[in-house]
């Protein structure tokens, strides 16, 4: 099981666009911003409408914590295109 830290208000992070889609965020046109708790990311309401235990998260966090093997695949596609970078010497 992982475990789940949230982030404290203090350290949410703030941007001009939502980390997920890179959609500018504007009130007058209802693209309003929101942080995810676990990451502190700003990110917009259809990229965050996703809850654990009753916490705003982004789709990104969403996905690491509920799929037990994402870390683990994300870690060995990293892996990979490192080495595949290693071996062209790009």
Known sequence: MVSI???DK???KDSPTCYVCSRAFD???GVFTHH???CGKAVCGECSNKKINDNRV???CHFRYTNPRAEERR???IKNKRATLEKYKV
């Open 58 to 60: 982004c789709d990104v």
């Open 36 to 38: 995810c708790r676990t």
């Open 10 to 12: 203090a350290d949410w």
């Open 27 to 29: 009130k007058m046109k």
């Open 75 to 77: 870690k060995d596609m």
């Open 5 to 7: 830290k949230f982030v």
